[in-house]
């Protein structure tokens, strides 16, 4: 059974760095595309970075690049999101997710299994 477990989420200040962790286990994801979600009260969930499990190519979403930066590390099954530079409207549940898309994909229909969420919370 496919498990995918965020952690690393809490109450920061702006300007502050945070460090997610995504351990998954279950099955062997090479050839999986690994990309965390985020959803903010009252909105709808959107994409943030993807990484091919592979090759560790990345694609970003424009709100947050050059600010995050998605990584893995094969040997401990785990994709982490390095969060610099937070702002405010960076306050979400962010999500963790694998999908055999093939591809680095930003649509959260291409994804296949889905983490719980940790919530990431940044004061002003």
């Known amino acids: 059974q496919v498990q995918l477990v965020e952690s690393g989420g809490g109450l920061v200040q702006a300007g502050d760095s945070q460090r997610l962790s995504c351990a998954a286990s279950?099955?062997?994801?090479?050839?999986?595309?690994m990309g965390w979600f985020r959803q903010a009260p009252g909105k709808e969930r959107e994409f943030v970075a993807v990484?091919?499990?592979?090759?560790?190519?990345?694609y970003y979403a424009d709100s947050v690049k050059g600010r995050f930066t998605i990584s893995r590390d094969n040997a401990k099954n785990t994709v982490y999101l390095q969060m610099n530079s937070l702002k405010p409207e960076d306050t979400a549940v962010y999500y963790c997710?694998?999908?055999?898309?093939?591809?680095?994909?930003?649509?959260?229909?291409?994804?296949?299994?889905w983490g719980q969420g940790t919530q990431v919370s940044v004061s002003s």
């Open positions: 997710a694998a999908g055999r898309a093939g591809y680095l994909s930003s649509s959260s229909s291409q994804y296949d299994y």
């Open positions: 990484i091919t499990w592979s090759s560790g190519r990345t």
């Open positions: 279950g099955r062997t994801f090479s050839g999986y595309v």
